[in-house]
């Protein structure tokens, strides 16, 4: 198992000011990862602030150019060994990836719940693939 400290966390957002410290403060509790990236991808409220507060480190789009240009632009802006990209979708659940990198690059992900009892962590995992920074 890789180290957490090798993984880079990317975090593609748009006007999830509400959430995205949260998120980013959950995360770096939960293990030291390499960093926490945020990739603001045009948002019109204090999303990129918020992410900065919380101590990610916050790359902005000036205009929305869509989940798959964050991701790429998350992934060019990595310093990790490997890459954790949290899905896309609605930030304001409360939902936090923490995650473990295996020998086979795949990484098991524990949902944590910042609404509780919404989900049951202890049930709530799953694979996905991780990709090697380049």
Sequence with gaps: MAEPGAVSVVIPACNESAAIGGVVRELLSAARWREVLVIDDGSTDETSARATEAGA???????NKGNGAA????????????????????????????????????????????????????????????????
């Design 57 to 63: 480190r916050v790359i902005r789009h000036p205009y």
């Design 71 to 134: 991701v790429k632009s998350g992934i060019r802006a990595a310093t990790g060994d490997f890459v954790i990209v949290a899905p896309p979708g609605n930030l304001t659940a409360g939902l936090v990836l923490c995650g473990f990198v295996s020998a086979a690059n795949t990484v098991t992900i524990r949902i944590i719940n910042g609404t509780a009892g919404a989900i049951d962590p202890a049930s709530a995992t799953f694979g996905i693939a991780v990709l090697p920074a380049s």
